[in-house]
């Protein structure tokens, strides 16, 4: 198995540009979440989604779209960009066990380094 | 108040030395709770969830003591190769899915 894999893995958009963050994961887990870390802080959740056609804001959701079409697919939408967006964007997977996305393992991608200028 | 706050670091250690890390949660609604190791710009991967009957996994230990809301990670005979970062991270469930990352905890591990 893979696990989550990203792509890009590093992107510069100029100021307004737009783009697309990919994540997928061959692990058939149910929920998928999409975080952004900033340098010296912790991880704070934009989007999530508890399976295909479900999706739910996070923390941090203001400048982004997601669309969860498929189990395996979870990408991230910039529509935009703005300096303050740059950031490492993560995806991340987990699955269930007994209900609910409380208790469980979160498997992450390696990550996207993003540049806004 | 930050929902969960942890000391940032560094901790500065020799191998061999004991060194423990606490992590605050400010909402008692908090469901689960979690160490991640974060080595530098990789992604987060579990270390190990914490139980409020403690739990233990070669030299971790991890805590949590629900009434003063904090839990705690205990690593003994330190290795170099636990220089990381390390988040505490909780969860909840407050109308919809809600999960908290720390900034982290710094340890370098010093021969």
């Known amino acids: 198995n893979a696990g989550v894999t990203q792509t890009p893995k590093f992107r510069i958009l100029k100021i307004g540009q737009s783009m697309t963050l990919q994540c997928t994961q061959d692990m058939n887990h149910n929920y998928m979440y999409w975080y952004r870390q900033d340098p010296g802080m912790g991880l704070k959740l934009i989007y999530y989604?508890?399976?295909?056609?479900?999706?739910d804001k996070g923390e941090v959701p203001n400048g982004y779209n997601v669309s969860r079409s498929t189990t395996e697919d979870f990408p991230l939408r910039l529509e935009l960009a703005a300096p303050s967006q740059t950031s490492v964007y993560f995806c991340a997977s987990s699955y269930p066990q007994g209900g609910g996305a409380i208790t469980y393992e979160q498997y992450f991608g390696p990550g996207t380094r993003l540049t806004v200028t | 108040r930050k929902e969960v706050e942890q000391d940032p670091g560094p901790f500065n250690v020799p191998e061999g030395a004991t060194v423990a890390f606490n992590c605050t949660y400010s909402n008692s609604a908090s469901q689960s709770f979690f160490w991640y190791r974060q080595d530098c710009r990789k992604e987060p991967k579990l270390l190990m969830s914490v139980y409020s009957s403690g739990n233990e996994d070669g030299r971790f230990t991890a805590q949590l003591n629900r009434a003063s809301q904090y839990i705690s990670l205990l690593i003994r005979d330190s290795k170099l190769s636990d220089s990381a970062t390390y988040l505490c991270v909780v969860n909840m469930w407050t109308g919809g899915f809600k999960t908290i990352f720390g900034a982290g905890t710094r340890l370098f591990v010093k021969a």
């Open positions: 989604s508890v399976g295909a056609g479900i999706t």
